[in-house]
């Protein structure tokens, strides 16, 4: 088992990457901690996961929720070697119809809330530790109408450079995952929650013409990403970003809409 006695922390465990993260983290050995707003979806992860997961209603975003649950872990875990900072938003923020509020609030979750979420649980990460921040391809594409989710993903892999220097005279290793378009619940939101299923299939179909795999990504796919960095596998690789989209970004021409 790759993560034998290893205790990890993952935020918005509760459904999409992070829950796929939390149950092979489990299968691989490890102690998990899920975080996630929504009380019955926590609920209904930890029946899944079972006795070696632990779950906890928190918004990392809030200094007197981080400090809650922190507090609770050091106290139900002791110490920590894993940290995956999963939790986060999309939303669209077209430039000249954006509201300012609307873009703040998806900086304010996706890179205030991982910073202080490492920022927080750096005095509970053992030595040798791993920290692993799910970023996205949006730091890479170019994609109109979104400015504030693609500024936060590229955000996350400047300020992991940043923590890994912070972090490397204690031997914890930190990196970024970069998913591209995979089959999670995220994609439902930012204004595709009511959209007719039709539509949605048809959004769906295109996406996938634009991958060179011709095909969406499995939460399983990346958690084991994930877990490549979080175990022992990536003893030596550290400030990288670990981009696991089907080619999208390395290959973008290989996709059947250029092969016509």
């Known amino acids: 088992m790759k993560l034998a006695g290893k ?6 465990g509760n459904s999409g990457i992070g829950l796929a993260t939390a149950r092979l983290f489990i299968a ?3 102690q998990v901690a899920i975080t996630g707003r929504d009380q019955e979806t926590i609920d209904e992860a930890i029946a899944e996961l079972g ?3 632990r779950g906890y209603r928190a918004d990392v975003t809030i200094a007197a929720d981080r400090q809650q649950l922190f507090a609770a872990l050091a106290e139900d875990f002791g110490k920590l070697d894993i940290v995956f ?19 703040e609030n998806i900086i304010h979750i996706n890179l205030n809330g991982a910073f202080f979420t490492v920022n927080s649980a750096a005095p509970l990460l053992n030595d040798g530790g791993s920290v692993i921040f799910n ?5 890479h594409l170019g994609q109109p109408g979104m400015a504030a989710y693609a500024a936060t993903k590229g955000g996350l892999v400047s300020m ?16 970024v995952v970069a998913p591209g378009a995979t089959k999670t619940p995220i994609w439902s939101r930012g204004g595709r929650a009511n959209a007719p299923a039709e539509e949605s299939a048809k959004l769906a179909k295109f996406v996938a013409s634009a991958i060179p795999l011709g095909r969406w990504g499995e939460p399983e796919e990346l958690a084991k990403a994930v877990l490549f960095l979080a ?9 990288i970003e670990l981009t696991v989209d089907g080619g999208v970004t390395g290959a973008p021409w290989g996709s059947s809409i250029f092969r016509g």
């Open 7 to 12: 205790k990890g922390l993952i935020t918005g």
């Open 28 to 30: 691989e050995g490890a």
């Open 51 to 53: 006795p070696n997961a």
């Open 85 to 103: 900072a999963n939790a986060g938003i999309s939303g669209k923020t077209p430039t000249g119809s954006t509201d300012e509020a609307v873009f």
């Open 135 to 139: 970023g996205s391809v949006h730091n």
């Open 160 to 175: 992991a450079r940043a923590i890994a220097a912070d972090l490397a005279p204690r031997g914890i290793r930190v990196n």
């Open 231 to 239: 175990s022992d596998d990536s003893s030596y690789v550290n400030a």
